[in-house]
Every structure is written in structure tokens, then in C-alpha cells.
């Protein structure tokens, strides 16, 4: 999703990294190369005026933060115009007080429309709902047909329909029906495509759209088809009167950009994308987790401001010195581990992390709560003497450690294992650490966890 985009975007920010101060000059040709990616990933030429327009305002206006990068702060600002731009937050379904919820999947031939409406009832499933879905597409030959195989393999309930029930209309009464007598809580209504928009397709959606009174009408766009899903996607709103949208084909060489206008163009949230065939690659849509996506960051813009808010620049500049030194104590370390948790979940701190996947120290690691709340136990059970020097932590001493803190031998071992680790590493890099601010830039770059003192980071 976005990869292209990503990748020249990228480009154009690192041109931008290396460049002292944010001037206007830089900005502008900056800017002028954030434009053209944008275009070029299709993206609706008014929607990127807007944008290029507010970052521009912002980014000369900013008073600059001393402990970013003027890279750093375009990167900012344009997510934060990105994220505006895809709606603040991600849109809920909605569901009625009185179930059952029907939901209206929508839109043109091929879109994806009954694919995604096997996706949306097998997350419903998960999600805790009872869902039943029903085909009213009469017209394509095994249109029903297909909605059932997906059904049956999927495990959904569906409605079939009765001998000689052959309108949409006769078949959504039915199917809602059976919806509400078998204790069901949501009907997904997949109905039929047409290649263009006419007045028949319309005139039945709004019949069905009168008899059902759906919560959500939500619109299924092909990412491939870019503008052209836009223009649609307005359409069926101005005569229907859409709720949100489903963005399918995501995983494709989408240029991305639909993404980016429909809800501008429509103002229609974005409510689900879909990442592919099989019935599980569909997930709902994160403006804010996009717009990282797009700027292949990660969200370290929020990352480093909420480190900033954990570290004050008096213990970054301490723990540096340390780094350098190679004075990092486990008292040290304990106390990295403490600030850092102040910051959220370790996997929630995780998810802001530019490109995790990309740094081997990482692979393969599976960061766990508990196992921080031991590592902590641990140093706790130690005496300052031994926090300060690990050599003093002999065999006896790992054994009142571990009888300490409630875990093992091992587990104290392995502490000490991984501590001795953290410290290589950090010494390994703490030569592009120097000079620099401790948290602003280097957070930043890739794999911060590690200068933070995480063990087997
Ligand atoms: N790669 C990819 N393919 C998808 C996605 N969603 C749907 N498809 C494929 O797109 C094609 C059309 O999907 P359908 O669900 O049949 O589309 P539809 O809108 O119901 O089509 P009609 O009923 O003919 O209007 C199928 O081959 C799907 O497998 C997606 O998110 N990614
Ligand atoms: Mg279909």
C-alpha cells in the first residue's frame, strides 16, 4: 500500500535531510518534488493544492524546534496535513439501535463489491458480531452463486433465497427477515454492478435504500481505477447518499491516490481497505497509520514528541555522555526501561518505529510486557553496587537475584546476557550518536529502541 509513493517521497526528504536550516528555498523545491509525487500517484490535483498549501504556511511559519531536524519537521507537517486530508480518525461502522444493522455494499462492476462483503462479514464475525449476508444481484450470471461459495467457505450465514424469489427487492425483504428470526444482529446487503452509473442501477438502490433504512451505505472503490474511483464514488453519493468506503485492490500497483481523495472529494470517510483476494486481507483504515505508511516513517513524529515529553534533555544528554563512555550502567538501563514504558505499550511503541522489519538486530523479536516487568524486578533485586559494576554478579549473587525478584537463574543470566549485548551495541552506535541531540535525530533514525538501552534491541 503506498509503496510507491513512499519510495519517491522518500527521496524527495532526503534531499531535504543534510541541509542545515529549513529555508525557503529548500522548502520550495522540496515541496515543488512532494507535489509531483503526488500527482503521479493519482491523487486529486485539488487535494494536493490543499496540501501543498497548508505544509507551505506551516513549514515557513514553524518556529523551529531545536531538537528536530528540518526534515524532520517537513515530515511532520506533512502528515499532520495528511492525516487531516484522510479524515483525523478512523471512521467506526455504524450500527442501529434496533438490529438488525443492514449495510449496503455498493458500486460499480468489478470493484470488489461481493468479495468485500465476505471480508466485512468474516471481521464482523471476529469483531463480535452475528452477520448474515444476501446477494440481490439478479443479473449477472452465478453473481449469487459466487456470494455463496464465499459464504460457505467462510462460514457465514447467508440467505439463499426462495423458489421464484427472483427481484433485489423481494430478495433483501426476505433475507432481512431471516436476518431478525434468527437472532442475527447485521445483514450485508452485496448488490449489483453495472460499468457506468445509469438511472436503472440508481433507481433500485434507492428502492432498496427505502425499504431496508441501511446504517451504512458504503461504497466499493477499485484503488486501480484512481480518479476515476473518486468521480464515482461522488456520484453515488450525491444520489444516494454513501456512509463511508470500502478502497479494495490496495495490494495492487494502485497509485495510492484514491485513497487520498475520496473522503476529501466526498467527504465520505474511509472505512476498510482491502490488501487482497483471500477474505482476510481486508483491514479498517487508519488515517494516521496511512499517512505514515505514505511517508514510510513510521510515525516517529508522535514518537519523538512523546520521548521528548518522557526523557528531559538534562537525562539525554547524561545518558549520551554514558553511551560514550560506556558507562551505561543496569541502573541506567532500568531507568531507559522505565521512561520508555512511560510511553505507552511496548507495542504501541513498536507500530511508531520507522521500518522496524528492516533492522536485522530486530528480526525476529517478539517484545513482551511481562518480560519487561521481570527485567525490571530484576535490577530492582540488585544491590547499588551491582547495578553499578555487573562483574560483581557472581553465581551466589545470581542466585539471590533471581530468589529476589521471583524469577531464575536463568532468567538472571539471561539478563545480564542481554544487558552485555545492549551495551555492545550501543557502543557499535554510538559513533553516529555523537554530536548529536540524543533523542531528536537519532530517535529517528532507524532502531531507536537500541540507544535507549532496550535489552536485545
Ligand atoms: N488483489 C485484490 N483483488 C481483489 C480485492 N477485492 C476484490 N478483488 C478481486 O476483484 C475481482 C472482482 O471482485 P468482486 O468481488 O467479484 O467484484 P464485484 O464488485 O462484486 O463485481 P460485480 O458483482 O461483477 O459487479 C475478483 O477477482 C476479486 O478477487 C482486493 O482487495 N485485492
Ligand atoms: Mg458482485
Known amino acids: 500500500m503506498f509503496d510507491n509513493l513512499s519510495d519517491k517521497l522518500q527521496r524527495v526528504f532526503k534531499n531535504l535531510r543534510g541541509q542545515g536550516r529549513l529555508t525557503a528555498d529548500n522548502m520550495e523545491v522540496a515541496l515543488r518534488e512532494v507535489r509531483v509525487a503526488l500527482l503521479e ?29 528540518p526534515y524532520q519537521q517537513v515530515i511532520g507537517i506533512i502528515n499532520d496535513e495528511l492525516v487531516k486530508i484522510l479524515g483525523s480518525h478512523e471512521s467506526k461502522l455504524r450500527f442501529a439501535n434496533d438490529p438488525p444493522s443492514v449495510f449496503m455494499i ?20 471476529k469483531n463480535g458480531h452475528r452477520p448474515q449476508v444476501v446477494s440481490v444481484d439478479v443479473y449477472r450470471p452465478a453473481a449469487r452463486q459466487q456470494l455463496a461459495i464465499i459464504a460457505r ?7 439463499a433465497g426462495a423458489e421464484g424469489e427472483t427481484l433485489p427487492i423481494d430478495l433483501a425483504r426476505s433475507a432481512r427477515r431471516e436476518t431478525v428470526n434468527s437472532g442475527r444482529d447485521v445483514l450485508l446487503v452485496d448488490t449489483a454492478g453495472r460499468l457506468h452509473i445509469d ?30 474511483a473518486v468521480k464515482s464514488a ?13 478502497l479494495t485492490k490496495m495490494d495492487g500497483d494502485a497509485r495510492g491516490g484514491a485513497a487520498l481523495s475520496i473522503r476529501h472529494v466526498t467527504g465520505q470517510p474511509l472505512k476498510f481497505v482491502g490488501l487482497g483476494e483471500k477474505a482476510d486481507a481486508f483491514e479498517p483504515f487508519h488515517p494516521d497509520r496511512a499517512a505514515s505508511r505514505i511517508l514510510g516513517m513510521g510515525d516517529i513524529v508522535s514518537f519523538v514528541e512523546k520521548a521528548q515529553e518522557a526523557f528531559d534533555s538534562k537525562q539525554q544528554e547524561e545518558m549520551q555522555r554514558k553511551l560514550l563512555d560506556n558507562e551505561f550502567s543496569l541502573e541506567d538501563f532500568r531507568n531507559q526501561l522505565q521512561s520508555l514504558r512511560k510511553l ?43 547495578r553499578n559494576n555487573h562483574m560483581l554478579i557472581n553465581g551466589s549473587r545470581r542466585r539471590r537475584i533471581a530468589k529476589g525478584s521471583g524469577t531464575t537463574v ?7 546476557k542481554q544487558y552485555g549485548q ?10 553516529s550518536l555523537s554530536g548529536m541531540g540524543f533523542l531528536g535525530k537519532k530517535m529517528a533514525k532507524m532502531g531507536g529502541l537500541g540507544k535507549l538501552g532496550l535489552p536485545g534491541f
Do not use: C
Open 344 to 386: 505507552g505499550s511496548l507495542d504501541s511503541i513498536l507500530k511508531m518505529m520507522p521500518k522496524v522489519g528492516m533492522m536485522k538486530e530486530l528480526q525476529g523479536l517478539q517484545p513482551d510486557e511481562k518480560e519487561l516487568t521481570r527485567i525490571v524486578a530484576m535490577i530492582d533485586s540488585m544491590t547499588p553496587k551491582e
Open 410 to 416: 536463568q532468567d538472571v543470566n539471561e539478563l545480564l
Open 199 to 228: 438511472d436503472q442501477l440508481m433507481d433500485e438502490l434507492k428502492q432498496l435504500k427505502e425499504l431496508l433504512n441501511p446504517v451504512e451505505i458504503l461504497f466499493v472503490a477499485d484503488a486501480m481505477t484512481g480518479q476515476d
Open 106 to 125: 455498493v458500486g460499480l462492476q468489478g470493484s470488489g463489491k461481493t468479495t468485500s462483503t465476505g471480508k466485512l462479514a468474516k471481521w464482523l464475525t
Open 422 to 431: 545492549a551495551r555492545k551495541m550501543m557502543k557499535s552506535l554510538s559513533g
Open 41 to 69: 500517484a493519482d491523487v486529486n490535483f485539488k487535494v494536493v493544492k490543499q496540501l501543498i498549501e497548508a505544509v507551505k504556511v506551516r513549514a515557513l511559519g514553524a518556529e523551529v524546534m531545536q531538537s528536530l531536524s
Open 234 to 246: 461522488d456520484e453515488f453519493h450525491k444520489q444516494l447518499g454513501i456512509t463511508g468506503v470500502i
Open 153 to 159: 467457505d467462510n462460514k457465514i450465514p447467508i440467505y
